[in-house]
Structures are given as structure tokens and as C-alpha cells.
Nanobody
Framework: VQLQASGGGLVQAGGSLRLSCAASGTNSRFNIMGWYRRAPGKERELVARLRSSGTTSYADSVKGRFTISRDNARNTVNLQMNNLKPEDTAVYYC?????????WGQGTLVTVSS
């Protein structure tokens, strides 16, 4: 399984970005798919994730601003990020469970200027 992340970039505070993570190399549906991030000098943290049941979970710091959703037809998960803040600046990584295995995508950089 390969996870291809896209959608990072530079945005001003208060702006929006949409990240996408597309899974390929499998006909299975994910069990869990989500996004983590690592800010400079900080540990990696969970941002949001979506279970196959449709249940979502978010880091407290992004609740109300970020929304994770899926496109089943394309085995893709999207992260809509609104009202971005400078502290959201980080490399964002897609992560997914397919069966008993866990996969990581390459990171995509999100930079929020003040």
C-alpha cells in the first residue's frame, strides 16, 4: 500500500488549506486513516483520524477548525483546515491501517505565516 499526500503549502493566518491522502496498491478499505504532524522542535502528534465506521477524532488544538472526510470511491481521506494559525505550521503525515499493517505517507509541509 502506498499513501500519497498532497495539498500542503504556504498560507496566511486565518486562511485555509486542504490536504489529501490517496491510498493505492490495494483493493481493501482502510480500518483507520488520518493525519499526524510534526512541528519544528516538537514531537509528532495526531491531528485527526477517521475510522471505517465513520467515527472521527481530533486533537483539541484543531477541533472546530479542521475536518477530516473520506472519498470512498478513491480510497482517499481529506483534511480541510480552516482558520489556520502559525502554530499549525508543521510537516503533516498521512497514516493508515489496512488489515494488520500500518502505513505512512510522505510528509507535506504546511506553513502558516502571521
Amino acid at each position: 500500500v502506498q499513501l500519497q499526500a498532497s495539498g500542503g503549502g504556504l498560507v496566511q493566518a486565518g486562511g485555509s488549506l486542504r490536504l489529501s491522502c490517496a491510498a493505492s496498491g490495494t483493493n481493501s478499505r482502510f480500518n483507520i486513516m488520518g493525519w499526524y504532524r510534526r512541528a519544528p522542535g516538537k514531537e509528532r502528534e495526531l491531528v485527526a483520524r477517521l475510522r471505517s465506521s465513520g467515527t472521527t477524532s481530533y486533537a483539541d488544538s484543531v477541533k472546530g477548525r479542521f475536518t477530516i472526510s473520506r472519498d470512498n470511491a478513491r480510497n482517499t481521506v481529506n483534511l480541510q483546515m480552516n482558520n489556520l494559525k502559525p502554530e499549525d505550521t508543521a510537516v503533516y503525515y498521512c497514516n493508515a491501517d489496512f488489515g494488520l499493517r500500518n502505513y505512512w505517507g510522505q510528509g507535506t509541509l504546511v506553513t502558516v505565516s502571521s
